[in-house]
């Protein structure tokens, strides 16, 4: 009765509801049904909806803090306490109650009908929720302590970093996707400039970050940290950006011995959950100890039910040793991904040459199977470097491209030949090799994926022969055990000169 007269107040109904319950008759089972699809259907099929919308989102969080849950237990249970909300007697089914007294903390509204009037009733519920749909929008954000607003040139956005950060990590958290691969301060494929501001440079390598380039205002981004607002330089990539970070764990399918010092792992999703990737990009397996070591993936993505790894024995390495005298079919991984920037381009129309250097051929082999896939027309030239023949652990498989893909050459590499290996083929560094078959590169792509000394030695030279600095797509593999990291004080970019 007091729902119908709230109802009333609105101007919609042309006659009071309150005379539909006077008469027997006037209310059949077709309306107790609505009343039950209102008090179940709908909030069943809202719950669905947000169920749905939960489960598509990337990691999400549905929980409040656990601070917030204890207090608000606490602060339920003390009010219960104090004012317990008591419903009606016992039933009674041979009377029949003329007053019911209403529990205010479930219906505390229908008192204020009577006491004000359902009209100002109205105006308060309206109010209160309008205040709430609109509170996300009021105040603007709020920063929070040791949070520094980060603006990225040419692009223009916007980003605030927590404390304790990085550039790269705050960018990525805000959909930005900056350019990186290692996240460690060993590649310098995150390099940027710091345009305005101050940041901690962090624990980096000092090939990856020359003094020079500091002093001109350069840093990585996967390293430096704020201490104040800043303004950077950087070029974002949109092609990485399809498909979400996610953390899964994998179980260990196959593993074959591909050489005396490599292992090719096959890893499996558990679950119903593929980890969709770009050809070329990487995944950080998680350690018991809390460190990562980072492998890229050696398959193309149309074979997404499964990953591929290439992990070359490294003396002294924690995972490498593990991989190789404990690990078994069956093991459970867990793995991060997928992550970095080194993908193939494929809008692009140029010639491409792929120049490995030992399990970098791990990354070029997923480029090339997708670009094979996916009939992509383009010459494609690969030169892999070895220092001895059984270092082509996987020979057979570009012999086999070359043979069957007329779009495709095969340029082995071999730079410490002996005379009991009877090797025929070419000789020396690997970029060497390129500078000598290419009088210009202005009209070419090359993708390096190997070591940082590979990467960089070809660097210079290839841009002396004409190739386009944004052209030169690298994947640097550096080793984890073998890392001399240097710390770097909190430098602040301000006076610094720019180019």
Not at 76 to 97: E, N, R, Y
Not at 230 to 236: D, G, I, P, R
Request: hydrophobic share 40%.
């Amino acid at each position: 009765m007091a729902t119908a007269e709230w109802l009333d107040a609105l101007p919609i109904f042309s006659a009071p509801l309150v005379r539909n319950f006077l008469e027997q008759g006037s209310v059949n089972d077709r309306f107790f049904s609505l009343l039950s699809f209102i008090h179940l259907g709908v909030p069943l099929g809202a719950f669905a909806i947000i169920w749905i919308h939960t489960q598509r989102v990337p990691q999400a969080k549905t929980s409040p803090p656990k601070i917030v849950t204890i207090w608000l237990i606490l602060s339920m249970v003390a009010l219960s306490l104090i004012q317990p909300a008591l419903s009606q007697g016992h039933a009674d089914l041979d009377s029949a109650p003329f007053v019911l007294n209403l529990d205010w903390f479930y219906l505390w509204s229908y008192p204020l009908l009577y006491s004000w009037s359902p009209a100002n009733v109205w105006i308060l519920i309206g109010g209160v929720t309008g205040f709430f749909l609109l509170l996300p929008f009021l105040g603007g954000a709020k920063r929070g302590k040791g949070e520094y607003e980060i603006t990225t040139t040419p692009a223009g956005h916007t980003v605030m970093a927590k404390n304790g950060e990085t550039i790269l990590e705050a960018s990525l958290r805000h959909g930005l996707n900056l350019p990186y691969v290692c996240r460690d301060g060993a590649c310098g494929a995150c390099k940027g400039k710091v345009l305005r501001g101050t940041v901690d440079y962090g624990i980096y390598q000092k090939s990856a970050l020359t003094d020079a380039e500091k002093e001109q205002g350069n840093a990585l981004f996967c390293c430096a940290k704020p201490l104040s607002d800043l303004q950077v330089e950087c070029h974002e990539v949109n092609e990485s950006g399809r498909f979400p970070v996610k953390i899964m764990k994998f179980c260990v399918q196959k593993m074959e011995r591909a050489a005396q010092d490599v292992m090719l792992l096959e890893l499996r999703p558990e679950g119903d959950e593929q980890m969709d990737f770009v050809a070329g990009q990487y995944i950080a397996v998680h350690l018991d100890d809390g460190t990562k070591r980072s492998y890229s993936i050696a398959n193309a993505p149309h074979e997404s039910d499964c990953l591929q790894l290439h992990v070359r024995l490294v003396k002294g390495g924690k995972f490498t040793g593990h991989v190789f005298n404990e690990m078994r079919v069956g093991d459970i991984l867990q793995a991060e991904g997928p992550l970095g920037t080194f993908f193939l381009h494929e809008e692009s129309d140029k010639p491409i040459i792929f120049m490995s250097g030992g399990c970098g051929f791990g990354s070029v082999k997923g480029m090339v199977e997708h670009a094979l896939k996916i009939g992509l027309n383009r010459p494609m030239t690969l030169y892999w470097g070895a220092r001895i023949p059984e270092d082509f652990y996987l020979a057979k498989l570009p012999e086999n491209w070359q043979r069957e893909h007329k779009n495709f050459k095969f340029i082995p590499v071999l730079s410490e030949p002996k005379p009991e290996h009877g090797w025929q083929g070419r000789t020396g560094l690997v970029h060497e090799a390129i500078l000598q078959d290419y009088q210009t590169l202005n009209n070419y792509q090359v993708y390096a994926c190997g070591s940082p000394e590979m990467v960089e030695a070809g660097r210079a030279p290839f841009m002396a022969k004409g190739l386009p600095e944004d052209q030169y797509f690298a994947d640097k593999i550096s080793v984890a055990c073998h890392i001399a990291p240097a710390m770097e004080a909190p430098v602040s970019s301000e006076g610094a000169k720019h180019d």
